[in-house]
């Protein structure tokens, strides 16, 4: 080939690169999950005390977002981060968002394959089975206070914690877990 051939196809490789990382650059965004005028009333990684109807507003805005629904003496906490993840978390009333005490917290990580990477999980280190509903459950032993699940081709992975031992899966498993504004 001759010289000026490779320098045609060198540019022209050169120039689908370019276009290739400019659409994708452009698809993607400016590389934040949300901006902070589009976050619901709630600044991206500040902890916010919401009400349930500010709750589903929020969630109206960042589907999916799960939760335990409303729970008795409890007030809702809803954390934004920056990788799209969105606590709920249920601190006794009168408690300070922000505080570093360990609550009952159902965490949606967006932008995810939760379905495969639970599904993959290894039998020895974690506790795998599959819902009615088709969701994949799973309980890790490291994380014993944690139960994690996810449904086929949904793009998010869902975290139920409880510092209260066994209380993560029970809630699971009883379909206590739910999305907000929803049903299931």
């Known amino acids: 080939m001759r010289t000026r051939n490779k320098a045609i196809l060198w540019s022209l490789a050169a120039v689908a690169v370019v276009v ?14 949300v901006g ?15 009400s349930a109807e500010e709750l589903e507003e929020f969630a109206s805005k960042h ?6 629904g409303e729970r008795p003496d409890s007030e809702l906490e809803v954390t934004l981060t920056t990788k799209n993840a969105i ?16 609550h009952l917290t159902i965490a949606t990580y967006g932008d995810i394959d939760g379905y495969d990477a639970l599904s993959n999980a290894d039998e020895e280190v974690a506790d795998v089975a599959e819902a009615q509903g088709g969701a994949i459950i799973a309980t890790f032993n490291e994380r014993p206070r944690s139960t994690y699940f996810s449904f086929q081709n949904a ?5 139920v914690f409880s510092p209260q031992e066994g209380q993560s899966k029970t809630l699971t498993d009883e379909g206590e877990i739910r999305l907000v504004g929803g049903t299931s």
């Open 155 to 159: 793009g998010f992975q869902v975290e």
């Open 20 to 33: 290739a990382v400019f659409a994708g650059w452009m698809l993607r965004g400016s590389g934040d999950a």
């Open 63 to 68: 589907y999916p977002v799960y939760w335990a």
């Open 87 to 102: 606590f709920v978390r249920y601190l006794p009333e009168g408690t300070e968002a922000g505080s570093d005490d360990q």
């Open 36 to 50: 902070a005028e589009d976050a619901g009333g709630v600044e991206v990684g500040v902890p916010k005390i919401v």
